[in-house]
């Protein structure tokens, strides 16, 4: 699903972030060009928090270890 119109960007580009260890939310608005005011509407960032949220449970899914 896209969450950001503007830029293309996907639920699943949040995710890949995050499972690389990318959750903090001023490092997901650079990397994704979310603070490019001349080519993004601003609507992203206002909800940055819940990208944030996204990756850090992606992150912490990836990380956690496998019980068996």
Do not use: H, W
Not at 8 to 13: A, L, V
Not at 17 to 29: F, I, M, N, R, W
Not at 56 to 64: I, K, P
């Amino acid at each position: 699903m896209y969450i950001c119109i503007c830029k293309g960007i996907r639920e699943s580009d949040v995710q890949e972030l995050g499972k690389a260890g990318v959750t903090c939310p001023k490092k997901l608005a650079a990397t994704l060009g979310l603070n490019d005011k001349k080519n993004c509407c601003g609507r992203c960032i206002k909800n940055i928090s819940k990208f944030a949220a996204l990756a850090e449970e992606e992150y912490a899914c990836s990380n956690s270890p496998v019980l068996g």
